[in-house]
């Protein structure tokens, strides 16, 4: 059974499909954190962004694991790194590149094949796993938003100003709707849910509710 979870990012994709997995006794997959992890080899490795053969050859190169929220890159631990400032934008290009995402696609559906999984990023309902059980749309106002990365940033240290997080918000939504393979698409048939002004308890008490409607055999 596949449960997918897609959105803008800072929406709480990631905090609420942990929790509901571990909820349902499913695994979690978070895609994003794989881009990521790219991301961070090439810039281990000091490629050129500008050429995307260096971009897809890392992808075809590097070992990425996921165990349970943790996320090892060729065996190292980079769950922390990958989350840096430095790593998200240069995520993009990794993430726009039409090779890694075939790579990725076929990863993830190798990762989830015959398991229970909740899943999130950006392609899951739409691209990935079309046949999911339930698939949602979770989103949340670019301030909200705003705010809950400004926090997650400075529990790492980095500390900028509201307005710079907003419009790297702002800007990465437009790049994650307007990529031509993979872009971010409510699925038709997904449920979409605003979580402004809601508790992260609350979000997973409504989606669990939706599943255990959608699959009676939990
Ligand atoms: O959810 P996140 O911020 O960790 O994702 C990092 C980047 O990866 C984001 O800019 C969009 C991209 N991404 C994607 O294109 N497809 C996915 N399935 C997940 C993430």
Redesign the pocket.
């Given at each position: 059974m596949i449960i997918t979870i897609d959105g803008p990012?800072g929406a709480g994709?990631?905090t609420v499909a942990k929790l509901l997995a571990e909820r349902l006794g499913f695994c979690f997959l978070d895609?994003?954190?794989m881009?990521?992890a790219v991301a961070l080899a090439g810039l281990q490795r000091g490629i050129d962004w500008a050429v995307p053969e260096q971009i897809a050859t890392v992808a075809e190169t590097v070992d990425i694991r996921l165990d349970k929220d943790r996320v090892l890159l060729d065996g190292q631990d980079v769950s922390d790194s990958i989350r840096s400032s430095q790593v998200?934008a240069v995520?993009?290009h990794v993430?726009d590149n039409p090779r890694v995402r075939q790579l990725m696609v076929d990863l993830q559906r190798r990762l989830a094949f015959g398991k229970n999984v909740v899943t999130e990023?950006?392609?899951?309902g739409t691209l990935v796993f079309p046949n999911a059980e339930l698939k949602v749309f979770l989103t949340a106002s670019p301030e909200e938003r705003a705010r809950r990365r400004l926090r997650d940033l400075s529990a790492q240290g980095e500390s900028p100003t509201f307005a710079d997080v907003l419009q790297a918000i702002v800007q990465?939504d437009q790049?994650?709707a307007q990529?031509p393979l993979?872009a971010m698409r409510r699925a038709p048939d997904a449920v979409e849910l605003c979580t402004d002004g809601l508790t992260i308890d609350q979000v997973v008490d409504r989606l669990e509710l939706l599943a255990r409607q959608r699959l009676p055999k939990l």
């Open positions: 990012a994709k990631s895609t994003g954190a881009y990521r998200t995520t993009r993430a990023g950006r392609d899951q990465r790049q994650d990529r993979g």
